[in-house]
């Protein structure tokens, strides 16, 4: 088993930045990548950004150059730095955890909310 969790989340103005970040602990070396993923009110999760053990991350469009995804193995924890903050990313934001045999592993969520 594999636990994830998550911090960092908070209020923050337009514009302004926040860093998520997301403790592994257990069967580490069952994952073969890690991602962020958000879900707003009345809308369906999405994947946000991913990062896997080998290869290039990737991000969703509506990210793209504003978020960055990165790793620190020697701590197990993967980071979500969230620049030029918009009201449409308000959203609760899950980290996940994808196994070898694609099964998911997620975090319990933390609220980002962009309002001024």
């Known amino acids: 088993q594999v636990q994830l969790v998550e911090s960092g989340g908070g209020l923050v103005q337009p514009g302004g930045s926040l860093r998520l970040s997301c403790a592994a602990s257990?069967?580490?070396?069952?994952?073969?990548?890690m991602a962020w993923y958000r879900q707003a009110p009345g809308k369906q999760r999405e994947l946000v950004a991913s990062?896997?053990?080998?290869?290039?991350?990737t991000y969703a469009d509506s990210v793209k150059g504003r978020f960055t995804i990165s790793r620190d193995n020697a701590k197990n924890t993967v980071f979500l730095q969230m620049n030029s903050l918009k009201p449409e990313d308000t959203a609760v934001y899950y980290c996940?955890?994808?196994?070898?045999?694609?099964?998911?592993?997620w975090g319990q969520g933390t609220q980002v909310t962009v309002s001024s």
């Open positions: 990062i896997p053990r080998a290869g290039i991350t």
């Open positions: 257990g069967s580490i070396f069952s994952i073969a990548a």
């Open positions: 996940n955890g994808r196994g070898w045999a694609s099964q998911d592993y």
